[in-house]
């Protein structure tokens, strides 16, 4: 089913603009999908993908066979405009990150040339509040009649890993600029979405994205934190989470190395950089969950020296993992990846081991049969491989670190 509007440009084509645009051609909309990297568009029209997603592929395959998506690097006017760009932060003085909206606004920008009276824009990239009032400023700047368009923030709240599925069967929140942009906004998601959809205003959209990763990342925090004082006292944190989850009203998380991926490990501090004296529960709980990543590697360089001593030479590390969470070729800010370099620089011998890659352009893989007769086995990421292979890592005689509770 589709809506009067029949066009639509997709504004970047990473891991959401991309399953994105597949689902809405494959519903029955010419998309135009842009993303301004000449490569990602030449691969994707030889008709080969850039990102690992289960399920995509074939809806690629779909879509672009239909005749109904096709790629460009450069915007295609339309009736619907999608925004999908990254949002990375950078360092200030502070040291606090903050983000960089370049990608947004230059996103606008380009558009706003091909928009015509009654078209839609639609932001999905995770932004700070007031990232959507800015756009419509922009636009106008750039001679838009603002009034005479359709113009919300609906953020993405899908799982890598289950992205297909979940772009379709979750909830979404449209927050428009005015109440006549939430309605027509609304009634396009409602002709691809079986979640409900929920109508607010734009600022109330971004906010609720950021309390959203900002509410999982205090959770995490609790449970890595934990994790630290059990070490200390010498407790299994497994078996007392455990434990601990037979209470009715209690549910700990399960810790690891730290947080990563875009969502989570960035979106509270779009809400501390706006509001930096009113987030210290937030900005805690980010420093916590860094913290772990720094304590996971030293806990590492530990059993290596405690090794190298007894076996009097320099020990080989195998990691296992670099994505930022289980059964996902994603590894953008990964706390294995930080682990794994800190240890590369600190002239630790090791292999690393990541089954949902082929290769990468700073570390060189090896398998997990290899990893096994290492000295020291350290478990960064929960994938599937490595829990089909727990009798072979315990059986393997090799020390062994566990930050994820594989072996449990």
Known sequence: MKIDKSTISIIGLGYIGLPTATLLANCGYKVFGIDKNPNVVEKLNKGEIHIVEPDLEDSFNKATSSGLLKFYCSPKIAD??????????????SNDPIPDLSYVYEATISIAPLIKNNDCVILESTCPVGT???????LHKNRVDVEKISLAYCPERVLPGKIMTELVTNDRIVGGI??????????????????????????????????ENSF??????????????????????????????????????????????????IDPWFIIYDNEEK????RTARN?????????????LKMVNKIEKIINKKPIVACLGLSFKPNIDDLRESTAVKITRKLIESNVDVRIVEPNITSHKEFKLTSINDALRADLIVILVKHQEFLKSKEEINSSGSEILDFCGVMN
């Open 279 to 282: 987030s210290p529960l937030i």
């Open 132 to 138: 959507t009032k800015k756009i419509e400023k922009i």
């Open 216 to 265: 999982r990342d205090l959770n995490i925090a609790y449970a890595n934190e934990l994790s630290v004082i059990c070490e200390s006292y010498g407790i299994d944190i497994w078996h007392l989470i455990e434990l601990a989850n037979h209470h009715p009203r209690v549910d700990i998380l399960q810790p690891g190395t730290g947080v990563g991926g875009h969502c989570i490990a």
């Open 288 to 300: 916590v969950n860094d913290a772990k990543t720094e304590w996971a590697f030293k806990r590492t």
């Open 80 to 93: 619907i405009y999608i925004i999908c760009v990254p949002t990375p932060f950078h360092k200030k003085a």
């Open 178 to 211: 005015n109440e006549s942009s939430t309605k027509k906004v609304s009634a396009f998601y409602k002709t691809f979405s079986q979640g409900r959809i929920l109508s607010s205003d734009s600022k109330t959209a971004e906010m609720c994205k950021l309390a």
